[in-house]
């Protein structure tokens, strides 16, 4: 049975007595927006733009300098920073060895939700969150019911609390479209990795 993961927030954020800080994963800055907009209304946040998926590192660098811009234009009620992550490209092809030929959005997308959100549970416990999180849940191409499962797993295996989210939700994907005109963002036409790249390329020569 699918899991409404809003409405569990909701509820989370209803039982708030303080304001919790949070480590939140971001993959870019067009996801990041909405994602943004609505959690620091309720928590202090530092990005962690760790995605060593990304492809080529021009393409890394271009979406993590659009991000650091992003959080200077817009206003939040609570403060919003970033903390630094290392660019380690080596690490997502040794976790999806033998999954390179997978389909888009299947066991080779799921290694790399792991290793991204695995990483911010470590940084999260190490530097004392209160909670982590991700801005992956936005998009309508991302399974909000994997990446949920994934968190919450990597929240008994690592003892830090995972803020559960279906950022989509309450038309939170098409806020993030319009923010992102707002704002004039940089907005990619795959998610990050090679293989992404390869089948949004083939895509489009089968449609043309």
Known sequence: ?????????????????????????ACCAPC?????????????????????????????KKRGRELERLITLM??????????????????????TGQEKEREGGARCATCFRVRLEETAKQALASGYDYFATT???SPHKNAQLINQIGLELEREYGVKYLISDFKKREGY????????????????????EYSLEYNLSNKETRS
């Open 174 to 193: 098409k806020q993030s479209i319009e923010l992102s005109a707002k704002y004039n963002l940089y907005r990619q036409v795959y998610c990050g990795c």
């Open 32 to 60: 990041s927006s909405y994602v943004l907009k609505y959690l620091s209304q309720h928590f202090n946040i530092d990005l962690f733009y760790y995605n060593p998926n990304t492809y080529p590192p021009e393409e890394y």
């Open 75 to 96: 206003d939040f009620p609570n403060p919003v920073g970033m903390v630094p992550a290392i660019y380690d490209p080596e690490r997502f092809y040794r976790a999806v």
């Open 136 to 138: 992956l849940t936005v």
């Open 1 to 25: 049975m699918k899991i409404n993961y809003q409405l569990e927030l909701d509820r989370l954020i209803a039982g708030l007595d303080t304001t919790p800080k949070i480590l939140l994963h």
